[in-house]
């Protein structure tokens, strides 16, 4: 039965770290899954550390990519520090999934800014549901740190009502042959962690 | 049909092949790159880089001519540097068929000013699509081809940056069977655009704007829903989806076509609704138009001149009571500006051009980030080509005062973009200035684009390789030097040397992109910051290379320091250039 209400993910973090790719993944599940599915993002300077961030919007019938901010259910950040930079895009009651590696700005590295390092007890002590984990670590035991994103995806998965098999046949389509394995593995871990 | 997932450029390109059509120029520029990059994919297409915008329309002008049905891409700043043979293709007409795709950028995510292009349609005299969505921006595409078939005119297509990168469920449709209609075909008196042709054909552009006029007021993309009556929304593209997002249930007259307008059709709808808002990014282009036809209406004095919508700037202008989402963590966040990448050949160069002091004038490609702290490599930047001849005005503008203190900068593809006229202008009015042309071997910024000084073309097949320093040399430039920007001692002597000599000088920085992956760069292994000799002057922090971090608290006996610095194994390519600024040997 499909939710007829439109419903908002945030994908956030810096560029390089497959953000692109990961919305890309989920839209292709929701569009498997029955839903129209719209998404939004910048690219052009993404390539070269800057911020990225990508819109999923879903549901029977979705007009704007873009989601209003304090609209947003779901966000799920590749980066510590850039949760806390979409905070006015969420709900009052949103859930949050995060990876804990810091990737510190310019302005921190020269040492004229300093760095969030108490973001996870900021959003645990606003958020009623906050996942934070390290993906990169999982993503390592899996075979490869560049598959974060799809351990990402796999803990986002258990927020959606999407069966197992429509997520396995989106990555077996996503990835070239080699690279299939190493992620279904990656998305497990997201899983369990 | 089948269900894709699809971009907005994707489906462009999607929709070009569709509508039977195998012919395309352009010049790369976000947000417009993909179009081209995606039609190229496409069987039996023939689909070619031009080195500038310009260049592509006409080539899509000389083929329409010979009775193609012809297509040329650029990003909206792009449309300026073709305005010339635009404006006047519009007289002549084509004898094929010619759509133009701007891509414009409102917000500015990628570019160095968000004109509107729609603009371009009323000042050119040309019809102008606009889609909403990747759907429409497939389906559209082969809209223009007809009106531009049916009324012997070329046809704009506009995207915006939420229409070209955002994607979307496109249902596919059947590819038409492309039909050669090529054929030489003389008619002078319509294509030779002397005065007595020029007056004539002047007199055929009205009546064709009149016939055009006619046609938008059954044009099916124009598209009225009668809803609430109390509030009525004329709207077009991308802001229609936002408005729709927030306001449901109020009447709306979306517009796909944008020029010219319907206005029996707008009439009408005004006279279904009692309170109209009018739902545009960027310049009252619509409001106006509606205004001058007598129709009270509100726009600008409510929405936001700048930047681009998204459903909240619609929904807080129109219920100006509302409250806006505020964010709960309100302490500042350090800025993450984009960053030349680990291992980047501009790097070193603008890390030694900052020593000379002198004025740097940049231009458009990803040296312009060394604009940022802490390399603070640029002084100006103001559009394709422009610092070559900025440098050279300058130059004669201060006289002894500028003697070696002005120098341009320019990448590979921009020197052939638009780079060659004002050096071969420096030749000739003797300049002073310095020129660095930093030859990286590809379009970098948008994503290693083939040009015409790397031996490949957008279909991959082999092509003739243009040597930048004959071709300096051939502009009347004496003094050239090739350099490798990563051997610093060579490049500040270099620079030095240059700026002391009189009369023009080129250096040519050469070192492939470190992402390009045709240069086959063989990794080196990543450098370490040795603890024990690292006394903490942070100056190999003045490289802004991303590996590279600041420790604070690590103190040594001995030492004044506060702390040291660190290298991200995972990040470092191993150029090796914080080696050669490191003072005391730490870090190898």
């Given at each position: ?72 259910e ?55 549901n906050?996942?934070?984990?390290n993906?990169?670590?999982?993503a ?15 803990a986002l998965?258990n ?32 899983i369990?962690? | ?10 489906a ?35 689909a ?7 260049v592509?329309?006409?080539v ?8 193609a ?7 909206h700043?792009?449309?300026?540097v073709?305005a ?8 002549t ?13 409102p917000?500015?995510?990628?570019s ?18 606009e889609?909403?969505d ?6 559209y ?16 297509l506009?995207s915006?940056?939420r229409?070209?990168h ?40 009205e009546?064709r704007?009149?016939?055009?006029k ?8 124009n598209?009225m ?12 593209g ?25 206005e ?25 138009q509606i ?37 709960p ?19 070193g160069?603008?890390y ?71 050096l ?6 003797n300049s002073?200035?310095?020129i ?12 290693m684009?083939?040009h ?19 071709l ?24 030095n ?24 760069i ?14 903490g002057?942070?100056?190999?922090l003045?490289?802004?290379c991303?590996p ?29 250039l ?10 190898s």
């Open positions: 039965m499909i939710d007829s209400k439109v419903k908002s993910i945030l994908f956030a973090g810096v560029g390089g770290q497959g953000i692109l790719r990961a919305s890309d993944i989920i839209c292709m599940a929701m569009m498997e899954a029955g839903f129209d599915v719209k998404k939004s993002e910048v690219h052009g300077m993404a390539q070269r550390g800057g911020c990225v961030t990508s819109h999923v919007r879903y549901g029977t019938k979705v007009y704007s990519p873009l989601a209003e901010s304090g609209s947003i779901t966000l799920v950040s590749f980066e510590k520090m850039e949760a806390l930079r979409y905070l006015k895009f969420l709900t009052k009651d949103a859930s949050i999934i995060l990876n804990t590696e810091e990737i510190y700005p310019p302005a921190v590295n020269m040492g004229e800014a300093t760095y969030p390092y108490d973001a996870i007890c900021f959003l645990k002590n606003h958020y009623p906050v996942i934070a984990f993906a990169a670590e999982l390592q035991k899996a075979g490869n740190i560049k598959a974060a994103n799809v351990v990402l995806l796999g998965s927020l959606m009502n999407v069966e197992k098999s429509v997520w396995e046949s989106v990555i077996k389509k996503s990835f070239p042959k080699k690279l299939v394995k190493l992620n279904l593995d990656a998305f497990q871990m997201g369990a962690a | 049909m089948k269900k894709e997932l699809m971009s907005g450029n994707e462009i390109a999607r929709g070009v092949y569709e509508a039977g059509v195998r012919f395309a120029a352009a010049y790369p520029g976000t947000p417009s790159t993909e179009i081209m990059e995606e039609f190229a994919k496409y069987d039996d297409v023939y070619e880089w031009a080195p500038n915008e310009k592509a329309v006409e899509a002008i000389g083929a329409a001519l010979g009775g049905r012809a297509l040329a891409v650029m990003k700043v792009g449309v300026n073709a010339d043979p635009i404006f006047t293709v519009s007289y007409g084509i004898e094929g068929a010619l759509v133009i795709i701007s891509a414009d950028d917000s500015m995510h990628s160095q000013n968000e004109q509107d292009n729609r603009n371009y349609a009323k000042f050119a005299k040309i019809p102008m699509l889609p909403a990747p759907q429409e921006a497939k389906d595409v082969s809209l223009a081809f007809q009106i531009s078939e049916q009324f012997d005119t070329p046809v704009f506009r915006t940056t229409v070209s955002s994607k979307s469920v496109v249902t596919l449709s059947e590819p038409q069977m492309h039909e050669d209609k090529t054929t030489l075909k003389h008619n002078a008196g319509k294509y030779v655009m002397v005065p007595i042709n020029a007056r004539t054909r002047r007199v055929e552009v009546k704007q009149m016939a055009l006619k046609f938008a007021e059954t044009f099916p993309e598209k829903e009668i809803n609430d009556p109390e509030v009525g929304i004329i709207t077009a991308m802001p229609y989806n936002y408005a729709k997002d927030v306001f449901p249930n109020y009447s709306y007259l979306k517009l796909g076509m944008i020029y010219p307008l319907p029996k059709l707008i009439r009408h709808f005004a006279s279904k609704v009692k309170k109209i808002y009018v739902v545009e990014e960027l310049d009252p282009y619509l409001e106006e205004k001058a036809m007598g129709i009270p209406v509100t726009g600008k004095d409510i929405f936001p001149y700048t930047n681009e919508f998204d459903p909240g700037v619609i929904k807080n202008a129109i219920n100006s009571d509302l409250q806006g989402a505020v964010s963590y309100k302490e500042s966040l350090a800025q993450r500006p984009p960053n030349l990448c680990p291992g980047c050949p501009h790097r160069l603008f030694a051009l900052k020593k000379s002091k002198a004025y740097v004038h940049g231009d458009i490609g990803c040296y312009t980030l060394s604009y940022m702290k802490p390399l603070e490599g640029l002084h100006s930047c103001i559009c394709m080509g422009a610092s070559i001849g900025m440098a050279h005005g300058m130059s004669k503008a201060l006289k002894e005062k500028g003697k070696g203190k002005v120098v341009g900068v320019i990448g590979d593809s921009t020197f052939l973009h638009s780079g060659i006229t004002s071969l202008n420096m030749a000739y009015n002073d200035a310095l660095i042309i930093l030859d990286n071997s590809t379009t970098a910024m948008t994503g684009q083939e015409p000084g790397t031996g490949y073309t957008l279909m991959g097949k082999e092509a003739k390789k243009v040597n930048l320093n004959v300096v040399s051939a502009l009347g430039i004496q003094n050239i030097r090739v350099i490798d920007p990563n051997n610093l001692k060579e490049t500040k002597n270099a620079i040397e240059e700026l002391a000599s009189s009369g023009p000088s080129v250096i040519i920085a050469q070192k492939p992109c470190a992402l390009f992956k045709r240069a086959n063989k990794p080196q292994p990543p450098l370490k910051v040795d603890a024990d000799k690292c006394e002057c942070k100056s190999c003045g490289l802004n991303p590279i971090s600041w420790k604070e608290g690590v103190t040594k006996v001995g030492s004044k320091r506060k702390g040291i610095s660190f290298i991200d194994e995972t990040l470092c390519n191993g150029c090796g914080c080696a050669q600024v490191c003072k005391f040997g730490a870090i």
